[in-house]
């Protein structure tokens, strides 16, 4: 055996290849870890290094084979082994890191991965008759290469380390600092020396030891018994992490339908009761309705803040910024305080800057719902003393840097829970302020809101004296027209859009399959003096249309049969029907701008948002006839 090694020194590398081998298959057997296809594709790839290296160790010994055509058979497929048992090490190399990665690539590559090695088990057991790869010359004594040397002897190997290579690099941000350094050394030490090995020409044999080396590192950093139980409580908590994903998405997909549900009689509620105050002259029943109205409208600020919450949670809440009047915005928010504070003994001011500019650029809507909540809970929390609502900021080049101050004498904040001010369903000093309704979710949407928007709040706060908020927020200044120009523009003569302008001799027809919104929808509609059809029937709806020309089409979103959008697109299809240029207005849950500009896309030339609002449809209608 000595004078075996003296004779054939390259062998030395191999049996020191074997020790590496060894310890390692004899430690997945005494010490094993979690059994699954990761560590079964690690055992075969341990299981295969440890074949390569004897096949190499043993070898030579085919050149002490005595002559004759069977012996000469063994002698090649004693040689084809160390090919073979090299493919085998790096396929299920390659596999092993295709698991431990979780690696979701297209299913073709597996097929192809198995076409290789199956082209390579074919090739080696048939070479001893073919002698593709290679062959053995009696008359020197020694193997000479065949047609496909490279191409069967180690192109797989190469391919199956490109493989391992590219999937290394595409999960490379999701692997553990652990996991990079030991793949990527076994993957330069086990496809970097079957590329050089070609070019050695069977001088020195270095791919049992390398490779053999490589598994050795993957075992001392991946497949320690202490690294498994490691790697299992990842996984569960990654398990965990994506139930909770799905639990939540689920959540959020709930909310937003039930959102929708609830919006259709919504609808008729608010819609019916403003009919009654509009058309009842007895005193106790308008008081009741406008306590209708006040609880209706609460209700649906918090179906609104639901759904906020679950569009952020879903990461579905979107800021769509388009150009609006600061001036009209804050009137209309002081309006609001001014409601607000119609049966208590609280004062309110608007104190506005009014060298703004007026014009300007962002989400007028999500800006709006933010100080709306901030003026909400300012006239919750204050029973007596004053509400003050001021404007100010300062122009910088084309942008103008907002301050909005909502100043209050109410019950004020605990210094103690200031922390939790911004969280979701957290209301301050429930023992003293139990009385009042809020879902405790305004200020958390408000800010979260004012982030997306690249915006701040402040809170100053004093326990029993009062609080202080200000939101801090930049809008690009898109004319030179102040708000006091403003002002004075629409005192001069803007169009009064609070009622419907006579339309005598107009056809509108309304479709909608909630029978309680078509009545919202006529009552609405029939202060205009235009004759208004409604229809519940969405097919019934598309013969109407497609035979009797009408001036405005009013179509609700979501109903069986055919959809709003779809029934006004069968409409317009043709040229031929009497309305396929007829102004059409969707009437929809979705409140959203996006949802709007996507109305727009699919040819609604209006919009009216659910529950419907009388100075709403009264502007729609009014810019459309």
């Known amino acids: 055996m000595v004078d075996y090694l003296l004779d ?41 290094a440890l074949l390569i290296t004897l096949a190499e160790v043993f070898a030579p010994l085919d050149l002490y084979l005595p002559r004759g055509y069977g012996w000469s058979v063994l002698r090649d497929y004693i040689e084809g082994t160390q090919f073979l048992t090299e493919h085998f090490v790096l396929y299920f190399f390659a596999l092993y890191i295709t698991r431990l990665t979780n690696h979701r690539g297209p299913r073709f590559i597996l097929y192809v991965n198995n076409l290789v090695l199956l082209y390579s088990i074919i090739l ?38 490109l493989y391992a290579l590219v999937i290394f690099i595409r999960e490379f941000k999701n692997m553990m600092q652990r996991e990079r350094y030991a793949i990527f050394f076994t993957i330069m030490m086990v496809f970097g020396v079957s590329a050089v090995q070609p070019t050695l020409k069977g001088q020195i044999k270095l791919v049992a030891l390398f490779t053999s080396l490589g598994v050795f590192i993957l075992y001392l950093a991946l497949e320690t018994r202490d690294y498994q139980k490691l790697l299992y409580t990842q996984n569960k908590l990654m398990e965990a992490r994506e139930e909770a ?65 679950s569009k952020m949670e879903a990461g579905q809440f979107t800021i769509v910024e388009e150009n609006y009047h600061l001036d009209e915005m804050v009137d209309n928010l002081a309006k609001k305080l001014a409601d607000g504070l119609t049966n208590k003994k609280v004062e309110c001011q608007l104190r506005i800057k009014e060298d703004l500019p007026d014009e300007l650029y962002g989400d007028e809507e999500r800006l709006n719902q933010v100080l709306s909540n901030i003026i909400d809970n300012a006239i919750k929390y204050t029973k007596r003393g004053i509400i003050v609502f001021d404007v100010s900021g300062e122009v910088e080049d084309d942008f103008v840097h907002l301050d909005f101050t909502v100043t209050d004498t109410g019950v004020g904040i605990k210094e103690e829970d200031m922390a939790d001010l911004f969280k979701n369903f957290k209301r301050m000093d429930m023992e003293n302020n139990r009385s009042i309704e809020g879902t405790g979710l305004g200020l958390s949407i408000a800010k979260q809101i004012l982030s997306l928007m690249g915006g701040t709040i402040e809170v100053k706060s004093t326990y029993g004296k009062g609080s202080i908020f200000t939101v801090h927020i930049s809008q690009k200044i898109m004319s030179d027209m102040t708000v006091q120009q403003h002002k004075q523009n629409v005192l001069n003569g803007v169009a009064d859009k609070k009622r419907i ?17 078509l009545k919202v929808a006529d009552a609405f509609l029939n202060q205009s003096k235009a004759t208004v059809k409604t229809m519940k029937d969405s097919q019934e709806a598309l013969k109407e249309l497609a035979t009797f020309k009408y001036d405005l089409i009013f179509l609700d979103d979501l109903m069986p049969g055919l959809n709003g959008p779809a029934l006004l697109l069968r409409t317009r299809r043709s040229e031929a029907n009497p309305n396929s240029h007829t102004p059409a207005v969707i009437m929809t849950a979705k409140t959203s701008k996006r949802d709007r500009k996507e109305y727009e896309r699919m040819g609604f030339e209006g919009y009216i948002a659910k529950p419907m609002v009388e100075e709403e449809v009264a502007e729609v209608v009014n810019s459309l006839i």
């Open 8 to 48: 054939n020194i390259k062998v030395t590398y191999e049996v020191a290849a074997i020790f590496f081998d060894l310890i390692i298959v004899i430690f997945l057997h005494l010490i094993s870890g979690e059994d699954n296809k990761t560590a079964r594709s690690f055992r075969c790839m341990a299981y295969c």
């Open 124 to 161: 080696m057991t048939t070479n001893p008759f073919t002698h593709l790869v290679f062959n053995f010359d009696p008359v020197q004594w020694r193997f000479t290469s065949g047609p496909l040397y490279i191409w069967g002897g180690y192109a797989p190997a190469v391919y199956f380390g």
């Open 245 to 309: 994903a799905s639990a939540n998405k689920a959540k959020s997909v709930f909310i937003a339908s039930l959102s929708h549900e609830i919006r259709t009689p919504m609808n008729a509620i608010l819609g019916i009761n403003e009919i009654i105050l509009q058309n009842s002259k007895e005193a106790n029943v308008l008081n009741y309705s406008r306590d209708m109205k006040k609880a209706g409208t609460a209700l649906l600020s918090i179906i609104n803040d639901v759904l906020d919450v």
């Open 501 to 517: 302008k006579h339309a005598q001799g107009k056809r509108f027809l309304v479709v909608d399959d909630n029978e309680m919104n």
